[in-house]
């Protein structure tokens, strides 16, 4: 490159160049002697020094640069006077430029240059410093200020997404004398992306009172670049510690998520976050019902370009969401919803018979059938996968809706709440996000009808009159953990304790933990909107939404602190329509467990403890589990084998065993869902299909936990 | 329209390499050895542009900005100066004196090029 | 700089024009307030003529603005004659200076740039 071919022209100049300052330089050191008190010498001593540093650091000969740093910043003390010229010094420059000379010589493929004497010159030197070493800045040594370097990306690259910045700047007065053009540094900024900017001249005065060579304009701009802020500021590089900058990021490519549509903030919020409008000015003109802009022209409380520039903002962010938006719809196509639930039935289907396939294959032990078996058993797979996937949907669409609602329901109750958001980008199956939606209604609103306080409560409790709804999503294994939380009063355990006594819904004496009570709100019959909201509590439908989130193959959980707050936690399944299973046979009948609530599957060896009733207790490593046997649960008749097997499974923390005649193995189940007939089995979840044609019934672990938990 | 630019270092290694870079770029340019010597050859054909060290002998950087500056012909003229990151209170007296913006020695020939695109434009 | 600032006076109708040429730049910048204030404190009616500008800056376009400020205290007219100079539309495009409105609430009528954008969108 041209660019290199110029280093290289340097750098032979630059041998030269040293060569004669070198030789100048010695000259000057003797003449110094016999004239110690000649600023000329000592400044060409120092100007010779400062310039093998500087061009010797341009062309790469670091060493050299270094070591003459040394020699430079003794002589700006002398200069300065604060060091004298004496017979020592001289000497020590004179071992200096030798030693300099040495080292450009080996730079030049000459004899290595003697780094121990590089050292004793400047140990030496230094020590002819002034206590506490430098003066000046002058040792910032080596470590290049990266920030103030030179503004260098030039066009710079992509640090990621497109996000749009609020940008004003607002150049001192001067600008222009200080060989400035701001006019470039707008160029400059369009250059990096989509950019609209507004000239603001409100400053501007009349030209009988104008300094005709002073900056009265400064400028509002939005602009929307991939090139991250560092991009933007570099622009600014030679202005920022002069001017007025202020930079904010006003719309990020996932800020869509949280909003329903394009839409973007009210001219009001703009104008009030750009700290043009005061926010009471804003309340006021608010109460009039004409166009807002209007009403604060009017009264003067801004000027129209501002409006105009905040309508621009307005503008821009829109088709800037409106674009990404129109892009995302150009690479995706829209399907009916029946369609893909068809698919996915057949994808069911499939994953049976190869089932069917893989058990045909191992007992005809057929070498070439198992490879076809294997291989129609991973492509299966990856097609579960892929269809799964395409019924994912990101949960932000539905949070999206509750700003409304919670908008709603703030201002009927006079609170002043909003909500905040958080992993909308978390992917759910479409049919688990529809079936959500009224249980979280519940929940919010319980939050925001018993949690958080009036705002002149909170006040007097020291918290911001404003309260808070948070809402998020994260995925956690094969669930995705929703938490619906609120900084309102929480709820107080004995107050739910009371009433559920008074329910007759636990016995009065009975010890119980915070969580054990906070579980009784979602028992049926606990609650109805009167009678706990008067006592502060919450549970409104509770119990429905329970049921609600069980139908889902989810549960809930509730924590609360008092004066804190309280939040919800629903744990949901990724997707309902195929889970990995343990299948276990009793007799001739087959059952599925699902396999995210085993644990471990142990034998059953001692009887002993088997005694009779439902609940019994088996040792397993010392720890004592209740167990369950399904055999009798389920009146199968037939033998019961000698050894039978404990499978241990555990949700939520509560631990129990299901005795089985045999685990069979692990097996992708698609869940086919049961008619009404077995609405009413607790321990029946749904059913699927084996490979070999017969049915299996899957089992619902969670609730036979709980029943053997509270019965 | 070829801008012209001069560049004034009383290293003939920098002031080279300088040169070259902006000659490839397109640009006209004059040397200078030192403060009085630029001086002298603003006098002559106009220039756009000014790039200049600090530490010169007779007339040094900030003097030859102060000069620029009170100049009717020059006076709002780009000037960058070649600092070192050890000449931080220089670098606050250059602006003070009307300098445009600065270049951190060392630096490459492109880094070069983008500065003075930023102020020439 | 090669430039000019020819300013012709009409005593009779109080009306005045400034023919602006050539290269005209924050260096003129003292020159053309000078102009511009004559201009505007001996006419009643000002009318500017820019098409022969070639080069400007941002110091033009504050002047015009700040002669036009001075206009509707004194309740005078200043207005552009003749076609915007590509010199000129490149300055105000670069500012953004265009304007839908004035920048003043009295100059929604007369301000010296709206017709810029007129003109633009046809």
Known sequence: MEEDQGLERGKSVFFEEAGELLAELEDALLELEDAPDDQELIGSVFRAMHTIKGSGAMFGFDEVSSFTHEVETVFDLVRAG?????????????????QIMAMLDASRGGEPADDERAE??????????????????ADTGRVAGADKGAPLSGAGEDVGEESSYRIRFRPEPEIFSTGSNPLHLLNELSELGECRIIAQTDALPTIHEIDPEACYIYWDIVLTTSKGINAIRDVFIFVEDTSELHIEVIDKPDATDDETET???????????????????????????????EVLVEQELVNPAKIRSALEEQRHVRT???????????SSIRVASPKLDQLVNLVGELVTVQARLSQVAVSRNDPQLIFLDEEVERLTSELRGNTMSIRMLPIGTTFSKFRRLVRDLARDLAKEVTMTTEGAETELDKTVIEKLNDPLVHLIRNSIDHGIEPPDVREAAGKPREGTVHLSAVHSGAHVLIRISDDGAGIDPEVIRAKAVEKGLISPDIEMSDKEIFSVLFAPGFSTARTVSNVSGRGVGMDVVKTNVESLRGSIDLTSEKGKGTTVTLKLPLTLAIIEGLLARIGDEHYVLPLSTV??????????????????????????????????????????????????????????????????GEQQTVIKTMGKLCNGLKEISGATILGDGTVALILDVPNMIHSAMTG | ????????????????????????????????????????????????????????????????????????????????????????????????????????????????LAVVKKVLR | MPHTMDLQNNGDENTGRLVLTGEITISDARELKEVLLKAIDTADDLRVNMEGVMETDLSLLQLLCATHRAALRQGKQVKVEGKYPAAITRVVTDAGYFRREGCVAEARESCLWIRQEEDKDG
């Not at chain 2, 960058?80 to 670098?91: F, G, H, N, P, V």
């Open chain 1, 599 to 664: 644990e471990e599957c142990v034998e059953l060896v001692s009887r002993e403890s088997d005694g009779s009733g439902r609940r019994r207790l088996a040792n397993i490593r010392g720890e004592i589990i209740p167990y369950i046997h399904l055999r009798e649960q389920f009146h199968i008749g037939g033998e019961r084998p000698d050894i039978e097997q404990i499978v241990v499974t555990r949700v939520d923390g509560d631990r129990i065993g299901l005795v089985v005649d045999e685990v069979i």
């Open chain 2, 1 to 112: 329209m070829d801008k012209t630019i001069l560049t004034a270092d009383d290293s003939a290694s920098v002031r080279q390499m300088v040169a070259f870079t902006l000659k490839g770029a397109g640009y006209q340019v004059i040397e200078a050895s030192d403060g009085e010597d630029a001086l002298s050859k603003l006098d002559g054909s106009p220039v756009h542009m000014v790039i200049t060290d600090l530490n010169m002998p007779k007339l040094d950087g900030i003097g030859l900005i102060k000069r620029v500056r009170s100049s009717t012909k020059y006076r709002f003229i780009p000037i960058i100066m070649l600092t070192t990151e050890s000449q931080a209170s220089k670098k606050q007296e250059g602006r003070k004196a009307g300098a445009t913006g600065w270049i951190v020695k060392p630096f490459k020939p492109d880094q070069l």
């Open chain 1, 82 to 98: 604060a060091i004298p010229v004496t017979k020592n010094l001289i000497d020590l420059t004179l071992a200096a430029r030798d």
């Open chain 1, 120 to 137: 004793e010159i400047t140990g030496a030197l230094r020590m002819l410093l002034p206590r506490g070493g430098v003066g000046d800045e």
């Open chain 1, 320 to 330: 800037v969401r409106k674009k990404r938006k129109a892009k995302e719809t150009l």
């Open chain 1, 263 to 293: 839409e973007y903030k009210r001219l009001g919020e703009i104008l009030v976050e750009r700290g043009d409008v005061k926010p009471k000015d804003l309340e006021r003109a608010l109460e009039s019902q004409k166009r807002i802009g």
